[in-house]
């Protein structure tokens, strides 16, 4: 085991211990957003509701994924009843609501926040007219008279402010330091009705929790007629689609996939250093020309052919003086002594007799002998050097 893995398992170590103290010492937190889906076990969710859905509504709702307007544009239902619980629709959709409500529909409408053309049609205003801490909504029917159900969380205080006097009041909203305020009310429109009802707190799962709401809840439906209804929401009640859903909805499970990513981050960060490949040594190029002069020269050595070897001499010597010395090599005579011997700085008795052994390497027929080789190659070296 290298240092540096023991250093990841050290720090791992330290993450998973903090992360188990955290864990334990946790104390759950309650989400009291008021979030109305139906497919959240919180406080102010629909879960409890969207499960008791059709024993309320005796096994005849059905749920409409379409908004209203795109929905009755391409169906043609017979009078029916329409429930709307907290949704934010568009003024076309409550148009169409408006228009099947007075061809002889009813319209279940429990919503804090209706678009004003649309309540001023109707027959009623909506405002805040108490900010106590506790509500209680009661209905005035006297064959209701028990029922009732405490808001006792987060009331939202808004009530029907300016009603038609045509307008039934069937609940009231009971505040402590405030005058009660309409909070159920049925209007009459066309052939049909709206049943509108101010606060939607009644129907989460915080007050369903208790049997007696739900009593309330029953005698609030209880005013819609014995038909078919059907519930527009804009709120997803489906599970998300989202490959991560199940992990995300278990705590252990989340906490171990961001342990998990985290942990990849650390040994990302850690190895980021750039790793120095070894290089490899590779040896120079070796300069084979001189061994390939060297075993020219012992070969020429060996068969004693002094004169081959003066000549070729001489041939790398005039080739030298033409390249560098930009001097003409077609004729050896005086004047190419002196060019020689101006242009080297050597004596003129070395030129002469380096050019008499140049001549007789160039001769053919010429005797030679080992020391005319040694003699002319020292002679040769020594002038360009």
Known sequence: MNKTFKIYAV???????VIALLEINKKEVTDWRKNFETSRKSPFGLYIFDHEAKFLF????????????????????????IFVLESELDYESWTKIMD??????????????????ISDSIGFYTSNFSYSESNVLKLTDKKF??????????????????IKPE??????????????????????FGKGHFYVHSEPLFLTNYYLMKRENVHYAQDVFSYLP??????????????????MRFIFSNPALKYAWWLLLGGMLLFIFFNAKRKQRIVPVIDPLKNSSVDFVKSIGNLYMQ????????????????????IDLLIDTQNLDDEFAKKLQL????????????IILIRKAQDPYASVMKEDLLRMNELLDEILK
């Open 100 to 117: 099947e409500v007075t061809k002889g529909s009813d319209a279940m409408i429990i919503n804090q926040h209706i678009p004003k053309d």
């Open 11 to 17: 720090i791992f170590a330290i993450i998973l211990a």
């Open 145 to 162: 008279s028990n029922s009732f159900v405490k808001i006792d969380k987060f009331p939202g205080g808004r009530g029907f402010t300016f």
């Open 226 to 243: 014995d038909r078919e209804t059907l519930w527009f929401s804009d709120k997803k009640s489906e599970k998300s689609q989202f490959f």
């Open 303 to 322: 068969e004693g052919d002094f004169h081959e070897m003066m000549a070729k001499k001489a041939q790398y010597f005039l080739h030298k003086v033409r």
């Open 167 to 188: 307008i039934e009041i069937l609940g009231k909203i009971i505040s402590e330091g405030s005058e009660d305020q309409a909070g159920f009310i049925k209007a009459k």
């Open 58 to 81: 005796k096994d005849k709702l059905r749920k409409i994924s379409e908004n209203p307007y795109d929905y009755y544009e391409n169906s043609d239902e017979k009078p029916h009843n």
């Open 343 to 354: 242009k080297t700085g050597r004596s003129e008795d070395k030129i002469n007799e380096a």
